[in-house]
């Protein structure tokens, strides 16, 4: 099976920084076969909305426009670890964040097959 546990988030001021972590494992887990890892949110009720998303090996970075130049996405290959450093936060990047891993790089949450359960962000104005 495969596993993607994300840890981070939590309550940030508005115009603070925090940095969420998402861990990949699994006896089944292979880069090779789901190279891309991406980031999504969701608030209650809505949709899952794209954040960022890049390969395990690097290459193209892609970003949301609304979180472009505040959100940066990295890797630890290694580790099997993706990290969410979210800096500049606003009211509206209150959601819960979702890591994501997959074949290509998408904005569609259904081109991904293996999700994590989540964390929570909240800012507070």
């Known amino acids: 099976q495969v596993q993607l546990v994300e840890s981070g988030g939590g309550l940030v001021q508005a115009g603070g920084s925090t940095r969420l972590s998402c861990a990949a494992s699994?006896?089944?887990?292979?880069?090779?076969?789901?190279?891309?890892i991406a980031w999504f949110r969701q608030l209650p009720g809505k949709e899952r909305e794209f954040v960022a998303a890049?390969?395990?090996?690097?290459?193209?970075?892609r970003y949301a426009d609304s979180v472009k130049g505040r959100f940066t996405l990295s890797r630890d290959n290694v580790e099997k670890k993706v990290y969410l450093q979210m800096s500049n936060l606003k009211s509206e990047d209150t959601a819960t964040y979702f890591c994501?891993?997959?074949?290509?790089?998408?904005?569609?949450?259904?081109?991904?097959?293996?999700w994590g359960q989540g964390t929570q962000v909240t800012v507070s104005s």
């Open positions: 890049s390969g395990w090996s690097g290459g193209t970075t």
């Open positions: 699994g006896r089944t887990f292979n880069v090779k076969a789901s190279p891309i």
């Open positions: 994501a891993a997959g074949t290509v790089i998408r904005g569609a949450p259904q081109w991904y097959s293996y």
